[in-house]
């Protein structure tokens, strides 16, 4: 049986999400397929799948990823959704233990990456923001001010978000001092 | 002592199980095989390896095999000597720590 669940969680809780995500697994519901918003899961046996998600370096339809992808799929994995630059996949775990990024330079390189990517586009929205702030102060407008304020909202969220991931990125490279 | 080292756990790891020509999943199950079980390579950590022991030239592609389409690689004679020379750096290791902890008993 299918069933569908809505949630949302931010690029920058994807560690809370593959927990959660591996908790429906272990509750007997495994993930296949992912929009926006909605995760669609199908019965299986409780724990028979280990779930794995990441942020790909490039878009999953370049040569690049794909051969990446056929990789990670020739271990015993299986991708189950995508979504933007972010990919899902399941592996049975009678196949062995599953995961992407095992030593702190590599889980360092995909906070890097998702950090890198959140940058600009925070930049981006507070630039616009004020803009708009401008705008609507200067000719008197309620929607430029309406769509300022939703602006820097985004961009405080964005925040938020980019210095949770400095954090932990923080902590890995202290980790990575000590360990590979 | 070369740029090269040392080499990281999967690096060594990996050169190892390529003396013959083995495809990605061979080479972590047999990783795991010789490390007695302890040492799991992650898919992402293993693609990256090789992709840049490619690069070096320290393995090379073998051939896709015939009845899927798995790619197989192969240690070049270039990763037998890095292997080599990392064997040698890791038994200093060894014999320093084993004159220094042998000593103090």
């Given amino acids: 049986m299918r069933t569908k669940v809505r949630k949302w969680l931010w690029a920058w809780q994807f560690d809370e999400e593959e927990a959660w995500l591996n908790e429906m697994a272990q509750k007997g519901k495994v993930l296949v397929g992912y929009r926006l918003g909605t995760y669609e899961f199908e019965d299986c046996e409780p724990g028979e799948y280990t779930v794995r998600l990441e942020m790909l370096e490039e878009w999953p339809t370049t040569a690049k990823s794909q051969d990446y992808i056929r990789f990670v799929e020739d271990t015993g994995a299986e991708m189950v959704g995508r979504i933007m630059k972010w990919v899902y996949f399941r592996k049975k775990t009678e196949d062995g233990p599953f995961e992407l990024h095992g030593n702190y330079a590599a889980r360092i390189k995909h906070l890097r990456s998702i950090i890198t990517l959140l940058v600009p586009l925070m930049i981006f929205n507070t630039f616009i923001g004020f803009y708009n702030l401008f705008i609507g102060i200067t000719f008197p407008s309620v929607i430029n001010i309406i769509c300022g304020i939703v602006n820097c909202a985004v961009s405080v969220l964005l925040a938020g978000g980019l210095r949770k991931l400095n954090e932990k990125k923080k902590q890995m490279e202290k980790d990575a001092q000590l360990f590979e | ?105």
Wanted: hydrophobic share 40%.
């Fill in chain 2, 1 to 105: 002592m070369g740029a090269n080292f040392p080499l990281t756990e999967a690096v060594y790891y990996i050169l190892l199980s390529l003396k013959k020509p083995m495809h990605g999943y061979g080479i972590m199950q047999n990783v795991e095989k010789l490390s007695g079980g302890r040492l799991h390579l992650a898919a992402g950590t293993l693609y990256g390896a090789i992709s840049s022991m490619l690069e070096k030239g320290w393995i090379a592609t073998a051939s896709e095999t015939g009845d899927s389409r798995k790619k197989e690689y192969r240690m070049t004679d270039a990763g037998l000597q890095v292997l080599k020379d990392e064997y040698a750096r890791l038994q200093e290791l060894v014999n320093n720590g084993k004159a220094v902890l042998e000593d103090a008993q």
